[in-house]
């Protein structure tokens, strides 16, 4: 995979690849996940996530087992590798799956004021991690987060935690990758926007045909004299059927519409 272009230390070379591949996805899923790939290949990176400040009910997972309005950080991509045997980092529905906004993790804090957190070295600024027996029993020693913000909105947080200190480069890249990740997600948001859209307008024109088709399939033939009352029931008993009709009259007397309201009650 193109992600396997970072090797020994961070390489900013190797973006227009990534953002190229991440772009250029269409669903809010495939952008996650080429986000959550690109991250967590790159080097010394032990555990890579993406949350998504969203309703409740807008996450596929809460919308099943709570769903509400309430806004809420939820965890929709992750991947790492833990060196704790049985442990799945891949997921996404475990104890920090939803994260209550306005709380003290740092996840929150980046999420309510947009700002970017820099931890260094976890063991020397522990007022950002609720479990350091976690972190020390999974050789992790530096921490980065940024909001992935898209004009002025704040989508989500993008956090890394690393096996060695988190240096400037690291830093520049992961704020790059966040930066994109922002955009491809909003582009993302827009395109199942238009897809529902689409979708809707599809039924609805289907329904509204229905409609016209069963209410409204003599509309072009005008009269209530007794003849064409007759013309108008034959035309209803045999249009279901298979058999081949032929219309006999003379010029001008509606031969073409019997044939089209026919046609349109038949299936």
């Given at each position: ?11 900013f070379?190797s ?5 190229l ?13 080429r ?7 790159a ?5 890579a996530?993406?949350w ?7 996450c596929?997972?809460c919308a099943v ?7 809420a950080?939820?965890?929709r991509a ?6 704790t045997?049985?442990v799945?980092?891949?997921r ?11 709380g ?12 970017s ?11 950002w991690?609720r479990?350091p ?7 992790l020693?530096?921490f ?6 898209f004009r ?7 956090a ?5 200190e988190t ?6 890249w ?9 955009v491809?997600?909003a582009?993302?948001?827009?395109f199942?926007a238009?897809?529902?859209?689409r ?12 409609e016209?088709e069963?209410?409204?399939?003599f509309?072009d033939?005008?009269g209530?004299s ?7 029931s034959?035309v209803?008993m045999?249009?279901p059927?298979d ?8 010029s001008?007397?509606?031969?073409e519409?019997?044939?089209r ?7």
């Open positions: 995979m193109i992600f396997r272009a970072i090797i020994a230390a961070v390489d070379a973006l227009p690849s990534i953002i591949a991440i772009t250029e996805q269409r669903s809010l899923t495939a952008v996650l996940q986000v959550i790939e690109a991250v967590a290949s080097p010394d990176v032990g555990l996530r993406v998504l400040r969203q309703e409740n009910r807008a596929p997972w087992h709570a769903p509400s309005s309430e806004i950080l939820h965890l992750s991947a790492g590798a833990s060196r045997v049985g799945d980092w891949a996404t529905n475990g104890s920090f799956h939803r994260v209550a906004l306005g003290p993790l740092k996840l929150s804090h980046m999420a309510s004021t947009g700002e957190i820099r931890v260094p070295r976890l063991e020397e600024d522990g007022r991690l479990d027996d976690w972190a020390r029993a999974e050789g020693v530096g980065a987060g940024h909001p992935l913000i002025g909105e704040v989508l989500g947080v993008l890394v935690f690393r096996r060695r240096d400037d480069a690291c830093w520049r992961l704020k790059t990758m966040a930066d994109v990740a922002a491809a997600i582009n993302a948001h827009a199942e238009v897809e529902a859209l979708h809707d307008l599809e039924q609805e024109r289907d329904y509204l045909r229905d016209v069963e209410v409204g399939a509309g033939i005008l209530e007794p003849a064409l009352q007759r013309v108008l034959q209803a045999v249009a059927t058999a081949t009709v032929l219309i006999l009259g003379e001008g007397t509606g031969k519409l019997v044939a309201a026919i046609h349109q009650r038949s299936p």
